[in-house]
């Protein structure tokens, strides 16, 4: 029997363009393919311990694939960008293609803004409630 394939997307929750990335990967995620998962939680928090990171490093966007399954594995920064955007509908699907741009240079461009992402698109003092028809997808709230 196939494995069923789980796909989270750990985010910084008081990150103000964090969670608009998440609301419009809500919006072009109509299967709800995606679940989600405050940085800030204690459920991302115990995954990122058991891939070896340190869960209070907020400065990246991370994306687990088969969660809770053997090959359960971590994407990172504009990888897990990248990824996301090739699995939704909508014109933003057609990002994927930034992956034609060499990794590590994604990642300057990533590691660039999300030092400025506070300051630019502002911050929450707590991660603010989803909508109440999407609450299911966030496994913290």
Not at 41 to 51: Q, V
Not at 80 to 89: M, S
Request: charged share 20%; hydrophobic share 40%; with cysteine.
């Amino acid at each position: 029997m196939a494995e069923v394939e789980h796909e989270i997307i750990l985010y910084d929750g008081v990150c103000g363009l964090c969670n608009r990335f998440v609301k419009r990967v809500v919006d072009h995620d109509p299967a709800g393919h995606f679940q989600f998962a405050s940085l800030q939680g204690p459920l991302a928090g115990s995954i990122l311990i058991s891939m070896g990171k340190d869960p209070s490093q907020l400065k990246s966007i991370y994306l687990v694939k088969n969660y809770g399954g053997e090959n359960m594995t971590l994407l990172t920064k504009a990888a897990a960008a990248v990824y996301i955007f090739g699995k939704l509908d909508g014109p933003i699907h057609y990002l994927k293609y930034l992956s034609i741009i060499p990794l590590p240079i994604l990642n300057l461009g990533y590691d660039l803004i999300a030092a400025n992402r506070y300051r630019v698109f502002g911050k929450h003092d707590v991660c603010p409630m989803p909508n109440p028809a999407h609450l299911g997808r966030f496994l913290d709230h």
